[in-house]
């Protein structure tokens, strides 16, 4: 089946970096649409902080746009968010969303998130 997998998150301080990954089995993440979801405490997931098209564009919410930086790589089927001069408020867990090919059906996956924490 397909799988989702992300990692990458812990605990950094305010102003550090963390790089998350998503990495996909069962299924070829290709050129589809993806992106990265956070849910902070308290609150329901459902910000999109960054997004990649199938065109290869990148859109961020405002919140991160020029701090976070989203990616792919075909060869390792694996999506990335490149987080830097992180706040306290960036505490969330981060979910990895795509579209993923199996056996000539696109279907759209959820990773299991994964727990970030910045410290002030």
């Known amino acids: 089946q397909v799988q989702l997998v992300e990692s990458g998150g812990g605990l950094v301080q305010a102003g550090g970096s963390l790089r998350l990954s998503c990495a996909a089995s069962g299924g070829s993440i290709g050129d589809n649409a993806m992106g990265w979801y956070r849910q902070a405490p308290g609150k329901q997931r459902g910000e999109l902080v960054a997004a990649i098209t199938s065109g290869g564009s990148t859109n961020y919410s405002d919140s991160v746009n020029g701090r976070f930086t989203i990616s792919r790589d075909r060869a390792k089927n694996t999506l990335y968010l490149q987080m830097n001069s992180l706040k306290p408020e960036d505490t969330a867990v981060y979910y990895c969303?795509?579209?993923?090919?199996?056996?000539?059906?696109?279907?759209?996956?959820w990773g299991q998130g994964t727990q970030v924490t910045v410290s002030s």
């Open positions: 969303n795509a579209d993923v090919l199996r056996f000539g059906v696109h279907r759209n996956y």
